[in-house]
């Protein structure tokens, strides 16, 4: 039953997601045999390091979906103060309200079953765009956020080349 | 049952059967009524003229407990060394079988003449302060009703605040009042709790009689309780005698619920519920408008889905305030639809698989032609 609504939501916004595409993002079941599994390519947004590159990502959603948020995992490599080390994302949207791990969310941008896929890509759309370097996900990356800026732009453009399957920089 | 906050009232006087009843019993009812309404008449002359006496009193209580046939039947003994008494409330003439049988007097917010006040019982809650009454009467206890205005009995309310600080030693006192024969509701409710229901006070002048049944509990020392300990005991204590629920409702929820129209009264039907939990910024008026035509979950979520069912979407909880927002939502939303969603997960799948390697491609096209990269030959 809670399967079954779950299941009815996803394909709600899987439809939603195909018929209406945010620019610069796809998203759906990897396979639709499972639908609780999806993949979603996002664009890295204009005008920032990460410009120009197509970042593939898991999203695995939990049983009582909408009711609890999904889990969300970049499934290329990453260098970004928000996303951990082996790709998953950290933000405030993924959390339900009262788990806050970092302590600094306000409930308003929690999930709530209002929210959706769209919203999350979208919000890590911005994420990618405004780091947040007070969140500890990767500290390194954090750090080199705030105090060498060129070297963190030179990271990312390696990546944004790799996920393009291009050489990297000379 | 679980007992619910809107089943704390009748809505009508009458329950079940007893229409029949009624119709059959009124040519009497209004015959005594007449006659009752005389009866009041008098004693309202007489409680103007009789100077105030403990014995006019007891004659004018006696008179009035006729006129509105009230009966009172008491079981075990009122505790002389207390001096408030605390009980549920029932009826708007509560305080006068008390004021009969136990010689208390309530505190009502009620704008009655002094006079027909003093007749039922009652004094005037605003002009009361209790040293003054302590130092006129001595003798006379105080009888709280603190869940503020009556009930169908199916549950003790909420105790509201104290008006003033409770004494060390008091007495609870369970009232429940049934009629013979007729069995109206004593209490329809109204919205005014400051005006004596005179709607209430007609229907006892109309009926047979009222017997109200007053028991007196043990009285209950207040021992190292605060307030609220020492409230919530003597509350339990009331709900015990009577046996029913001590609900978690004040007055005011009860006729706010009461106020609400039913369709928010009731729950939404599950069909309803699960459309909702799918889309839950279609407002749940419309979402049961386009169930009644399809009576199919899955039928109406696509028809909101792709827009042919319009609707209004619920405003978004405030993320952060921007200035932005002072955009207006569209009134209406039929999406455009830009992308194609089959109807078979196969031909959905090939193309979600082509959507991404196409996606990729095109980016790559730009990143190489933006950056005048030469790497044709590695393709």
Not at chain 1, 100 to 122: C, F, H, N, T
Not at chain 2, 190 to 209: E, Q, Y
Not at chain 2, 265 to 270: D, G, L, M, Q, T
Not at chain 2, 299 to 313: A, K, Q, W
Request: neutral net charge; proline residues 9%.
């Amino acid at each position: 039953m809670m399967a079954g609504s779950a299941l009815r939501r996803l394909m709600a916004e899987y439809k939603q997601l195909t018929v209406n595409p945010p620019e610069g993002i796809i998203a759906g079941p990897v396979n639709e045999e499972n639908f609780f599994e999806w993949e979603a390519l996002i664009t890295g947004p204009e005008g920032t390091c990460f410009e120009g590159g197509i970042f593939p990502a898991k999203l695995v959603f939990p049983p009582d979906y909408p009711l609890s948020p999904p889990k969300m995992q970049f499934i290329c490599e990453m260098f970004h103060p928000n996303i951990y080390a082996d790709g998953r994302v950290c933000i405030s949207i993924l959390h339900a309200p009262g788990d806050d791990p970092m302590g600094y969310e306000s409930s308003a941008e929690r999930w709530s079953p209002v929210q959706s896929v769209e919203k999350i890509l979208l919000s890590v759309v911005s994420m990618l765009a405004e780091p947040n370097d007070e969140s500890g996900a990767n500290v390194d990356a954090a750090k080199m956020w705030r105090e060498d800026r060129e070297q963190f732009n030179k990271i990312a453009e390696r990546l944004v080349r790799k996920t393009l399957g291009l050489p990297p920089p000379e | 049952m679980a007992l619910t906050v809107d089943k704390l009232t009748n809505d009508e006087r009458f329950s079940g059967d007893n229409v029949l009843q009624f119709l059959l019993y009124l040519p009497l009812g209004l015959v005594l009524m007449a006659f009752r309404i005389v009866l009041a008449l008098i004693l309202w002359i007489a409680a103007i003229i009789l100077p105030n006496k403990s014995a006019v009193r007891q004659l004018l209580s006696t008179l009035a407990c006729w006129t509105f046939g009230v009966y009172v039947k008491v079981k075990g003994n009122k505790d002389p060394r207390c001096s408030v008494l605390v009980a549920n409330y029932v009826s708007c003439l509560d305080s006068l079988a008390a004021a009969h049988t136990l010689g208390t007097i309530s505190l009502r917010k009620w704008k009655v003449p002094p006079f027909f006040a003093s007749t039922l019982g009652i004094k005037n809650a605003a002009q009361f302060v209790r040293k003054q009454h302590f130092t006129e009467s001595p003798s006379k206890p105080v009888l709280l009703q603190p869940e503020g205005g009556p009930t169908n009995g199916k549950g003790l309310l909420k105790f509201n605040d104290w008006s003033f600080p409770i004494g060390n030693r008091v007495q609870p006192i369970a009232i429940t009042v049934e009629r013979p024969f007729t069995n109206v509701t004593v209490h329809r409710p109204n919205d005014k709790i400051d005006v004596f229901p005179w709607w209430d006070a007609l229907w006892f002048l109309w009926t047979p009689c009222s017997v109200y049944t007053l028991r007196a509990l043990p009285a209950l020392d207040r021992k190292d309780d605060n307030d609220q300990e020492f409230v919530d005991r003597m509350r339990q204590a009331i709900a015990d005698a009577l046996q029913v629920e001590a609900t978690p409702w004040s007055l005011c929820e009860v006729s706010r619920a009461r106020r609400a129209p039913p369709a928010a009264r009731r729950a939404p039907p599950p069909a309803a519920r699960r459309v909702q939990e799918v889309l839950p910024r279609v407002p749940l008026a419309d979402i049961v408008r386009d169930l009644e035509k399809t009576r199919s979950v899955d039928v109406t979520i696509t028809n909101f889905l792709e827009g042919i069912t319009p609707y209004t979407p619920i405003p978004e909880p405030a993320v952060e305030p921007q200035p932005s927002t002072s955009q207006a939502p569209p009134k209406y939303v039929s999406p455009a639809p830009t992308g194609v969603f089959s109807k078979s997960a196969k031909e959905r799948q090939m193309s979600f698989q082509e959507k991404k390697a196409q996606m990729i491609a095109e980016a790559r096209q730009r990143y190489i032609e933006k950056h005048g990269l030469n790497v044709a030959s590695k393709c």
